[in-house]
């Protein structure tokens, strides 16, 4: 048997899978102040009249060895040696991974990139991250941090991103910069963005409410995200040349309103492979990629 765990910054899910992959047991609980005692706590739980082969953790940062070393949605964790922790508690064969590479995982061995030995994976949420799959194998990097697409520069004189740089991909293509571009435009334009935000919250989710009612505001902030997003995934084409681009995340579950724009943008952008395009599939595993993605760590 085998246990994943999703970790992020609100909420971990553990879950026990079998050698399938197949999960047999799920428990989702808030993130607390102490994640390692929390994370071994649930190992522990899952683990009690099992055999466990391995077990895969996927986290939302940089690691190296074992050791977080970039974790700002769990920052409690940065610095901590999490396989010399997690083994102390609980003695056992770890696999630890970012969680963009882990969903990438999930996406080769039960997703939409089954049939495909070279692709890039792409999750667009609240902010932009992926994985990349060379030959069936995660391409992690010299250190680990390869697929951070996020922190790619598309506008230098951009907006600032949370990693200190200007006009990253994040900072323009993801659900947090949407949301931030409607808020900007809700002050200056007419808009029914301001009206549908009850709470005074704008969202993506708000943005795409807004567009459903034809506000044109809305509609020119999806078609602008969409070409952020269309310009990296160009850009990722023309790096490595996959068989096909599979995109995910929260901001993906917006259907037509979110590909419909990418795929309009696209097409303004050469594409240098001999087909001069790119297929693009929407991620398979949904909600569950995280932990699934956990579980394909610890799977051969």
Request: glycine fraction near 12%; proline fraction near 3%.
């Amino acid at each position: 048997m085998y246990i994943g765990l999703d970790v992020g910054g609100t909420k971990i899910t553990a879950g026990l899978a079998d050698a399938s992959g197949k999960i047999l047991q799920r428990e989702t609980s808030q993130t607390a102040s102490n994640v390692v005692e929390q994370i071994s706590a649930l190992i522990q739980k899952f683990s009690a009249g099992q055999k466990i082969a391995k077990i895969g953790l996927g986290l939302p940062g940089q690691l190296k060895n074992g050791v977080a070393l970039n974790m700002p949605n769990v920052p409690q964790l940065n610095g901590v040696d999490l396989l010399a922790e997690l083994n102390k508690i609980y003695p056992a064969e770890y696999v630890i991974e970012n969680d963009a590479n882990a969903a990438a995982l999930a996406e080769l061995k039960y997703g939409a990139g089954r049939n495909y030995k070279n692709f890039i994976y792409v999750t667009i949420s609240t902010g932009v991250g992926g994985g990349i799959i060379i030959d069936g194998r995660l391409y992690a990097g010299a250190n680990g941090t390869a697929g951070e697409f996020g922190h790619a520069i598309l506008q230098p004189d951009g907006p600032l991103c949370g990693c200190g740089n200007r006009g990253c991909w994040e900072a323009l293509g993801s659900g947090t910069a949407l949301a931030k571009m409607a808020a900007a435009a809700a002050e200056n334009s007419e808009t029914r963005i301001k009206e549908l935000a009850k709470d005074g919250k704008i969202t993506a989710e708000i943005v795409v409410e807004a567009a459903k009612l034809e506000d044109q505001t809305a509609l020119d902030l999806l078609n602008k995200n969409g070409y952020y997003n269309a310009l990296g995934i160009a850009n990722l084409v023309n790096t490595f040349d996959p068989e096909v681009i599979i995109v995910g995340g929260g901001v993906t579950f917006n259907g037509d309103y979110f590909f419909q724009p990418l795929f309009k943008n696209l097409k303004t952008f050469k594409l240098l492979n001999p087909e001069r395009s790119i297929k693009i599939l929407h991620a398979e595993c949904g909600k569950d990629t995280g932990l699934l993605g956990a579980v394909a760590l610890t799977l051969p």
